[in-house]
C-alpha cells in the first residue's frame, strides 16, 4: 500500500542538488515493498507554471528505473492536478535502484536517484505461461484466472463497491473486469485534454483496493471504439489518454481490456491497434491485453499488440476450434449472464444450472473464465452461480490447471488432461463415460459442480469405464494418478510438458469435408444458406465442430465469425467492409472427434 508522499519542488534546494543533478538520496520509494506502488511527487516553479499552463498535455516527464539485476523500467508520469505531476512506480524485486529522469523542463532533464526496495512475499503481476495459461511475475506460480464483472464498479458509491470487492474475494475470485471510466469515457473528462483529477483519485483507490483484497482490475478502456475516438477525437489526444491510464494505473495488477466489444464499429481494428501500440509503449511492465469482443477477440491477434483471446460467446465450436489455432491464452469474459433476481435483460441472460453448464463446457474448451451476473452491486454477489464458481476455482485448484489442454479420447463428456497425470471430464448429460489413460493406479473423484461434494473410487488400467453417482445433474469427474499430482504439486516450473501447437492441414485432398453452400453471391444483412458435407464418414467424422468465417482483407476489418453447424443460415455482417461490393473469403475449419482440424477456403462477391 503506498503511502502520502512529499513533494519534490524543483525550486527547493532540499530535494534538488543542482550542482550535482542528484535528487535526494532518501527517495520517496526507499523501503517499499517489492510489488507495492509508490510514488515521486514534482511540483512545478512558477516560471515553470507560467509556461506550461496545461501540464497534462505539455509537460514530458518520465523516468527510467533500473533494477537490482539490471533490466530497465520506464514510467511516465501523470498530471495530479494545479502543478502537481507524479511518478507511480512499482518494483519488481528487493534491492538498490537508481532512476534517471527525462523532461522538457530543464530543472528535471537529466536528474538522478536511488532507493532501496524492501522483500515482500508478493507474487507479482499476472503474465502469460504455459502457451494457454497463466503465472505471476514475482515468484513464478501458477495464476488461476477466475473474473468477475461489474462493469460499473468506478461509478458505485463506495459502500456497494466495498461490498462487491469483499464478497468476491471471499469467493476466491481474483480478478474484476469493468469500465474504467464509468459508462462511457466523458466520465472522467471534461474535454479530450482534460481530466477530472478527484475522478482518478478516486479510481486510483478503487484500483489499490482490488489488489490489496487480491483481485487484478480488468480494466476496459471504453465500451467500444466509436465512442472512445468520440471522446478524443485525434490520435495525440487518445495518446495522451492512453499515456495518462497508464501512468496512474500500470503499477498497480492489471489487465487491459481495451473496449468491451469492437466487431460493429467501422474501423474497429484500426483503432484498436493504434490503443494496443500506445499500451504497449507506456505500460513498463507490459501486462496482459487484449479487448472485449462481441463473439472473439482472436481477429485483431494479426496486429501483434495483444496477448491474450478474450471472448463473448456462448457457442463451443468458437472457443475450441480456436484454441487449436492460437498460442495464446483465452478468457471466456461472457459466457453467459447469471440471472440470481435482477431479471433477464438479454439473450445470453440464463438461470444458475445453465450458467453452470456453460462454466464448464468454457473450461473443456481450454478457457479460463470470467463470472457476470444481470444485477448490479454487493446485493447480488451471494448467487447459486458465484457458489458454484467457488467450486470450480476449489476443483481446477487441486490440478496441474496451467498444464491441463483439451483431451479427446474420452466419450460420454469433454475433457481436459495432462496425459500420464489428471484427466477431468465435465459430463454434462450423465451416462457412461469411458476414458482412455496410460496404465497405472489412479484415483477416481465424482465431483457434483453444484456444492462441490466428492465421491471417491481407485481404479488401475488403460481404459475407465464408469458413471457418475446418480444422473440427477451433471458431474465433473477427475481421474488422477495415484501420488503424481502430490509430487508435482511442489513444482511450478512449467517444464514437465511442452504444448505443440497442431498444424492445420489445408490440403483438399485430405480435409474430410466439402463446401456445398452458399452457391452463389451473398448480400450484407440477407440469411443465406451454408452446408458442409461429410466427404468420407470415419469414427473421427462422427462428431464435428465447424467454424465459419468471413473476411475481406483489402479493408482490413478482421474476420467474423459467420456460423457453427455444419449447415444453416448466415447473414454477412455490414462491419466486415466499408464499401460494397467486395470479395470475402470464407474460411471453414472444421475439428474431428480426434482434435485434428481441417481447413477449407472459398472466395464470394459480396454486393450491398
Given at each position: ?13 532540499v ?11 532518501q ?9 507495492t506502488?509508490c ?47 507524479v511518478i ?6 528487493a ?14 532533464e ?8 524492501a ?55 481474483n ?11 466523458t ?27 487480491g ?13 472512445l475516438?468520440?471522446a ?11 499515456r ?7 503499477p498497480f ?8 466489444q ?7 481494428r ?9 499500451l504497449?509503449?507506456?505500460d513498463?511492465y507490459?501486462?496482459p ?23 463473448g ?14 498460442a ?5 469474459l ?18 444458475s ?34 457458489r ?9 485448484s ?28 465435465y459430463v454434462?448429460?450423465p ?16 465431483i ?10 481407485k ?15 451433471d ?9 503424481r499430482v ?41 440469411p443465406s444458406?451454408?452446408?458442409a458435407?461429410?466427404?468420407?464418414e470415419?469414427?473421427?467424422?462422427r462428431?464435428?465442430m ?26 454477412v ?11 470475402m473469403?470464407l ?16 472466395a ?5
Open positions: 500500500m503506498s503511502r502520502k508522499q512529499p513533494i519534490l519542488s524543483a525550486g527547493l534546494a530535494w534538488l542538488c543542482a550542482c550535482a543533478g542528484q535528487l535526494q538520496a527517495s520517496a520509494c526507499t523501503n517499499t515493498p517489492s510489488y506502488p510514488e515521486i511527487a514534482f511540483e512545478l516553479s512558477d516560471q515553470d507554471a507560467s509556461l506550461y499552463p496545461n501540464p497534462y498535455a505539455t509537460v514530458d516527464l518520465k523516468a527510467e528505473f533500473r533494477s537490482p539485476h539490471h533490466r530497465t523500467f520506464l514510467e511516465p508520469a501523470y498530471w495530479d492536478g494545479g502543478r502537481r505531476l507511480r512506480f512499482t518494483p519488481t524485486e534491492g538498490d535502484w537508481d532512476y534517471r529522469l527525462t523532461s522538457n523542463l530543464a530543472a528535471w537529466g536528474k538522478i536517484g536511488s532507493f532501496t526496495a522483500p515482500s512475499d508478493s507474487p507479482g503481476f499476472v503474465r502469460v505461461a504455459n502457451v494457454h495459461h497463466w503465472a505471476y511475475t514475482g515468484r513464478n506460480l501458477p495464476h488461476l484466472w477466475m473474473g468477475a464483472t461489474e462493469m460499473r464498479f468506478a461509478v458505485l458509491d463506495e459502500a456497494a463497491f466495498r461490498a462487491e470487492v469483499d464478497a468476491r474475494s471471499a469467493q476466491k475470485f480478478h474484476l473486469r469493468g469500465l474504467a471510466l464509468g459508462d462511457r469515457p466520465t472522467g473528462y471534461s474535454s479530450p485534454d482534460s481530466p477530472d483529477v478527484a475522478w482518478f483519485r478516486r479510481l486510483d483507490e478503487r484500483v489499490r483496493y482490488l489488489n490489496q483484497k483481485l487484478a482490475a480488468d480494466l476496459i478502456l471504453s465500451s467500444g471504439p466509436a465512442a475516438a468520440k478524443f477525437p485525434t490520435r495525440e489526444t487518445r495518446r495522451r489518454f492512453v495518462y491510464l497508464a501512468a496512474r494505473y500500470a495488477n492489471v489487465t487491459w481490456q481495451a473496449v468491451a469492437f466487431e460493429d464499429d467501422p474501423d474497429g484500426a483503432l484498436l491497434k493504434e490503443l494496443g501500440e500506445a504497449k509503449e507506456f513498463p507490459q501486462h491485453r487484449t479487448s472485449g469482443a462481441r463473439v472473439t477477440s482472436a481477429p485483431l491477434l494479426e496486429d501483434r499488440w495483444m496477448d491474450f483471446v478474450a471472448y460467446a456462448t457457442d463451443d465450436s468458437v472457443g475450441a476450434v480456436e484454441h487449436q489455432l492460437y495464446v491464452p483465452f478468457v471466456n461472457d459466457f453467459a449472464r447469471e440471472d440470481s433476481g435482477a431479471g433477464k435483460q438479454r439473450p445470453n441472460d440464463v438461470d444450472a445453465t450458467f453452470r453448464h456453460r462454466l464448464w463446457n468454457a473450461t473443456m474448451n481450454g478457457q479460463y473464465v470470467t463470472y457476470a451476473n444481470t444485477g448490479s452491486g454487493g446485493q447480488y454477489a451471494d448467487s447459486p452461480g458465484a458454484q464458481m467457488k467450486v470450480w476455482f476449489d476443483v481446477l487441486d490440478t496441474r490447471h496451467w498444464e491441463l489442454e483439451p483431451y479427446f479420447d474420452v466419450d460420454g463428456g469433454r475433457a481436459v488432461a495432462l496425459e500420464d497425470v489428471e484427466y477431468l471430464v454434462e448429460k451416462g457412461p463415460v469411458e476414458l482412455l489413460v496410460e496404465k497405472h493406479g489412479y484415483d477416481v473423484l465424482w457434483n459442480p453444484i456444492d462441490g461434494e466428492v465421491t471417491r473410487q481404479f488401475r488400467g488403460d481404459h475407465f469405464t464408469g458413471e457418475p453417482p446418480n444422473r440427477a445433474h458431474w465433473v469427474l477427475h481421474v488422477v494418478r495415484e501420488g502430490e509430487s508435482m504439486g511442489r513444482s511450478y516450473k512449467f517444464e514437465s510438458r511442452d504444448i505443440v501447437m497442431q498444424e492445420i492441414d489445408q490440403n483438399t485432398d485430405k480435409v474430410p469435408f466439402t463446401i456445398e453452400q452458399p452457391a452463389g453471391d451473398l448480400m450484407v444483412g440477407k444458406n451454408y452446408a458435407k461429410i466427404k468420407r470415419t469414427r473421427a467424422t462428431s464435428m465447424w467454424l465459419w468465417i468471413g473476411e475481406v482483407p483489402a479493408d482490413g476489418q478482421g474476420y467474423r465469425v459467420l456460423a457453427t453447424s455444419q449447415q444453416g443460415s448466415l447473414t455482417p455490414a462491419g466486415i467492409a466499408r464499401n460494397f461490393p467486395v470479395v473469403s474460411r471453414l475449419y472444421g475439428m474431428n472427434a480426434n482434435g485434428k482440424v481441417y481447413a477449407l477456403d472459398k464470394y462477391q459480396v454486393g450491398q
